[in-house]
């Protein structure tokens, strides 16, 4: 079973940068699994999917980030990393990222990676 760990998260102002690393203890895109996502959670609410990157290099991203937020992939380093620019207070929240087969998440979820907005 691979392993995800989210990491880079911190406090930043608004308008600020930060940059997320979702790290896989091996291949990511390797049997069933055909895309990896980054959710966000904020406090008091569910988690949404905010951007996603499939084995075909395709992307998704949520209204909320687009033109702010880049998914990408490194398959030598085993790590997708999402690019987080122009941050808002309404960003805040912690990130997971999770591997999805055609049916959906696969997997138990992380820790994630608790990012903080300050306006």
């Known amino acids: 079973q691979v392993q995800l760990v989210e990491s880079g998260g911190g406090l930043v102002q608004a308008g600020g940068s930060l940059r997320l690393s979702c790290a896989a203890s091996?291949?990511?895109?390797?049997?069933?699994?055909?895309?990896v996502g980054w959710y966000h959670q904020a406090p008091g609410n569910r988690r949404e999917l905010v951007a996603k990157?499939?084995?075909?290099?395709?992307?998704f991203y949520a209204d909320s980030v687009k033109g702010r937020f880049t998914i990408s992939e490194s398959r030598a380093e085993n790590t997708v990393f999402l690019q987080m620019n122009n941050l808002k207070p309404e960003d805040t929240g912690v990130y997971y990222c999770?591997?999805?087969?055609?049916?959906?998440?696969?997997?138990?979820w992380g820790q994630g990676t608790q990012v903080t907005v300050s306006s």
């Open positions: 999770k591997r999805h087969s055609e049916l959906g998440p696969v997997g138990s």
């Open positions: 990157v499939s084995d075909d290099h395709s992307t």
């Open positions: 091996g291949n990511i895109f390797v049997g069933v699994i055909e895309a």
